[in-house]
């Protein structure tokens, strides 16, 4: 089975909107948007929910008041400042590392599982999907992360199919590094502006780290050929694979806004186009 | 004040508006790059570095020789970072969240700790914006720490902008909490807009007053528009899409810089942010 995940360092370059597009051009996959802090691609892929599960992670302290004789061990120890004066738990700044609970010695502090949010698997027009909703504000998005590139390969193993496509999440930390770790290839997506570059190149050093084959593309290559080109030649000078530029053209918004992929919308369009030859070219690299 | 810059989606314009909008203040400013997984605004105010630091997280060692392997460190540990294994104490420093827990419980007093790099914090200005980013170690998972290290320099005499990282999790959480007001980027598309409500949700939980900048305004549908209505949320300033912005900032240019007409516009964002904020 091959998986390729779609990410790209910087945010905003078009992850979504080609990985969509992608999965409109090929058969025999499963679709996983691991980008649960902020997922969009099942804006376009309507999912028809089929299973929906809870994702339960970590622990929060919670004070019971009755036992509780405010000695001040617990603030002592705390070292997020997360128990007031008042010796409430402010839930966000909460590690849950549980070392008041330990150390209370009126057994005062409950250390409940949280539930951080949701995970599905799907059915949409283009095959089954897996993916996930993060609760706001909460923690462990990289766990939740792993959880869904499992679900999305273990349905893939069950329905015979043999490719994965992923949605990835922007940024080089932890929900990245879960996304990314024994893939069989990711497609950096980035943009010709100076810190499109930036942060493709800190992504390209996180994929070597990991070991993970990378290639390349540009979208909106136009809006400045010279930084397209710089990107270029960085991607070859460090090995990898350019499948192709995509021009900028409004035909993305448009497709979005009509919540489909670029291929449905106007299949005659040259950004399409150069989408079906860059796929063309992403499965002829992928081993 | 502390003004925090955040989007849910990412590529809506951020770092653009936290940039300019502390380009164009006058004096008394400081920027904070939060962004630490991919920090920009660097790029874009070129600031004169005065100062590199290296960043650490304690994490437990484990002194072999104290230690009589009773795996008490082991079991109040949450994170899997420290463990025994037959007649050995394994470590996991990347799993570590620093809560020191392990080292509090050994009854041999066998743990200490030592510094785990996870990043540089580098401090700087440009003329009289003073300016501070964190930048995380490429491998690295845990930005959070990182983040509040750069909070750590805020000038409590200086308006303060905080560039935040994209999402709603705990990286954008650490770096819009506890600062005066919230601002929110988007673009008015569905991607734009699903997100913003995360992030406008998130901003909830905080308590922070909120306000909205709609970039590329012209670009997708009315929903957005419709949404902030709805939910109360004051669209600040709204920057139609123009080829031009976009070639200028391809260059890392501020768009004060390339379009100076624009620095009028920041600065009554500005004066709107302190009406809410003071109000």
């Known amino acids: 089975m091959k998986e390729l995940i779609v990410i790209s360092g910087k945010g905003g370059t078009g992850k979504t909107s080609l990985m969509a597009a992608f999965a409109s051009l090929s058969g025999n996959k499963v679709l996983c948007d691991a980008d649960v802090d902020a997922a969009d691609l099942h804006l376009i892929m309507s999912p028809a929910v089929r299973e929906q599960h809870d994702f339960q992670s970590g622990r929060s302290a919670v004070i019971n008041k009755d036992k509780c004789t405010e000695c001040g061990l617990c603030r002592d120890l705390c070292r997020f400042d997360a128990i007031s004066e008042t010796y409430e738990v402010n839930s966000i700044a909460c590690e849950g590392c549980g070392v008041c609970v330990h150390f209370c010695p009126e057994k005062a502090i409950d250390f409940p599982l949280n539930t951080c949010g949701q995970w599905f698997k799907s059915d949409t027009r283009f095959g089954p999907m897996v993916h996930a909703r993060l609760g706001i504000a909460e923690e462990n998005s990289g766990k939740l992360v792993s959880l869904v590139r499992k679900e999305a390969r273990s349905l893939a193993m069950e329905k015979g199919l043999d490719l994965l496509i992923t949605d990835g999440p922007p940024g080089v930390g932890c929900p990245v590094i879960a996304s990314i770790g024994g893939a069989s290839a990711v497609l950096i997506v980035t943009e010709p502006t100076v810190s499109g570059k930036h942060d493709m190149q800190r992504v390209v050093q996180l994929a070597n780290f990991f070991k993970v084959p990378a290639m390349v593309c540009v979208n909106k290559f136009d809006l400045n050929p010279d930084v397209t080109r710089e990107i270029e030649d960085f991607a070859e000078q460090n090995g990898l694979k350019i499948m192709g530029r995509i021009p900028f053209d409004p035909v993305f918004t448009k497709a979005m806004v009509n919540g489909q992929t670029v291929i449905e919308y106007d299949d005659s369009s040259q950004p399409a186009k150069k989408v079906k030859e860059i796929w063309k070219r992403i499965l002829q690299n992928i081993d | ?279």
């Open chain 2, 1 to 279: 004040m502390i003004i925090s810059i955040a989007s849910g989606k990412g590529g809506t314009g951020k770092t653009t508006i936290a940039t300019n909008l502390a380009a164009s203040l006058d004096s008394g400013t400081q920027i904070l790059d939060c962004d630490v997984e991919e920090p920009n605004a660097h790029l874009f105010l070129n600031p004169l570095l005065d100062k590199t630091e290296i960043i650490t997280i304690p994490v437990p060692e484990v002194n072999k020789d104290k230690c009589s392997l009773c795996g008490k460190c082991a079991e109040i540990c949450q994170f899997k970072a420290i463990t025994v294994i037959a007649k050995t104490v394994l470590t996991f420093h990347e799993l570590c969240h620093s809560c020191g827990g392990c080292m509090e419980v050994c009854p041999e007093d066998a743990i200490t700790e030592v510094g785990r790099e996870l990043g540089t914090l580098q401090t700087g200005h440009r003329d009289n914006l003073k300016f501070a980013d964190g930048k995380l170690k490429v491998g690295e998972a845990m930005a959070p720490p990182l983040i509040k290290k750069v909070r750590s320099c805020a000038d409590p005499d200086r308006t303060v902008i905080i560039d935040a990282p994209p999402g709603t999790s705990c990286p954008v959480i650490t770096a819009m909490d506890n600062t005066d007001f919230v601002l929110l980027v988007t673009e008015p598309t569905p991607f734009g807009l699903h997100d913003l409500k995360l992030a406008v949700g998130a901003v909830k939980i905080l308590g922070i007053p909120a306000g909205l900048v709609i970039n590329r305004s012209d670009m997708g549908d009315d929903k957005v528009h419709e949404y902030a209505e709805s939910a109360g949320l004051p669209i600040l300033m709204e920057i139609p899409f123009d080829r031009k912005i976009a070639e200028a900032y391809s260059r890392g240019q501020l768009l004060v810089d390339a379009m100076p007409e624009f620095k009028k516009n920041f600065i009554k964002l500005y004066k709107r942010i302190a009406q809410i904020v003071n109000a």
